[in-house]
C-alpha cells in the first residue's frame, strides 16, 4: 500500500476562523419561507456538496447519495407527496395545537430553488463494514453527519436550508425512483436568503423551546427518567 500520511499540525483556529465556526453553528436556522429565486451556481453547489462528502462516515462508507432536482414541476409534485402527508400531521394534533399547527409553514419545496435528496445506501461496502458490525444504522448516522456538513457550509455561502420530513417514504421513493435498499435521509431545500430567523422559528411562533443545556448533561451515569 502506497504510503499517503503525514501528520500535519493540528494548531487552534484564529480567533477570527474559530468566531466564523460558531457563528455558522448559531446563526444556522432551518429555512422554510426565506428563499430568494437566485440561481445556486454549479460551483457554489459543488463546494456545498463537497463539503458534506466530508463528513465522518463510519468505515470510510460515504454511503450518500445527492439527488439534485431543480425543474419547477418535479418540486411540484414533491409538495403533493409533502401536502398529503402534512394533511394527516395537522390531523393528529387537536384543538389549539393543531390551529398553530396549521399556520405553521413547514417545507420550502416550490419556493427554494434547488431541492436535494440525500440517500443512503445500505449495501455499500459490502456485508461488513469496519464499525458497522454492530450497529446496523450506522451508514445512516453518516448521513446525518453529510446533511449537517452541508448545512454549515451552506449557512457560509448565505444560503438558506431547510429539512423536510412530511412525507411518506414510499410516495419520495416512487417519485425519485429509488430503489429498496437505498434509505432515503433527508429532503432538502435550498437557497440564497438575506434574512433568517434570530431563533429557532417553532420558537418564535410558540411551537416549542430550547431544553437548557444543564438539563441535558448527565455525569458518569444516565440521571434522568429511568
Ligand atoms: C431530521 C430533521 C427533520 C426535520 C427538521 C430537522 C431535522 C434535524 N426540521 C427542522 C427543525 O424543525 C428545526 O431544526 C428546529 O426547529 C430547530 O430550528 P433551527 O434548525 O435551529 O432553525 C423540519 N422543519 C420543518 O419545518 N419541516 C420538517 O419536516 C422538518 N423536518
Redesign the pocket.
Known amino acids: 500500500m502506497p504510503e499517503i500520511c503525514a501528520l500535519t499540525q493540528a494548531t487552534p483556529f484564529s480567533d477570527a476562523e474559530r468566531d466564523a465556526v460558531y457563528k455558522a453553528i448559531h446563526t444556522?436556522?432551518?429555512?422554510?419561507d426565506q428563499f430568494l429565486p437566485d440561481a445556486i451556481p454549479d460551483e457554489v453547489l459543488n463546494k456545498l456538496l463537497n463539503a458534506a462528502h466530508h463528513a465522518p462516515s463510519v468505515g470510510f462508507m460515504q454511503p450518500w447519495n445527492f439527488i439534485i432536482l431543480r425543474a419547477q414541476e418535479d418540486r411540484d409534485r414533491i409538495w403533493q407527496a409533502?401536502s398529503r402527508a402534512n394533511e394527516e400531521a395537522a390531523e393528529m394534533f387537536s384543538g389549539d395545537r393543531q390551529a398553530t399547527y396549521r399556520s405553521?409553514?413547514?417545507?420550502g419545496i416550490r419556493k427554494a430553488p434547488v431541492n436535494i435528496c440525500v440517500t443512503c445506501d445500505r449495501t455499500r461496502g459490502g456485508e461488513v463494514v469496519l464499525g458497522r458490525t454492530h450497529n446496523r444504522d450506522m451508514d445512516l448516522y453518516s448521513t446525518?453527519c453529510a446533511?449537517q456538513n452541508l448545512?454549515l457550509a451552506a449557512r457560509a455561502e448565505g444560503i438558506g436550508m431547510?429539512?423536510?420530513?412530511?412525507?411518506h417514504d414510499a410516495d419520495l421513493r416512487t417519485l425519485l425512483n429509488i430503489p429498496k435498499r437505498i434509505a432515503i435521509v433527508?429532503?432538502l431545500c435550498l437557497g440564497y436568503v438575506d434574512e433568517?430567523?434570530e431563533?429557532?422559528?417553532?420558537?418564535v411562533k410558540g411551537?416549542?423551546r430550547?431544553t437548557p443545556l444543564e438539563d441535558l448533561i448527565f455525569e458518569g451515569k444516565w440521571q434522568g427518567e429511568p
Open positions: 444556522r436556522r432551518d429555512v422554510r409533502f405553521l409553514k413547514l417545507e446525518v446533511i448545512w431547510g429539512w423536510v420530513s412530511i412525507f433527508g429532503y433568517l430567523y431563533q429557532p422559528e417553532l420558537e411551537w416549542a430550547r
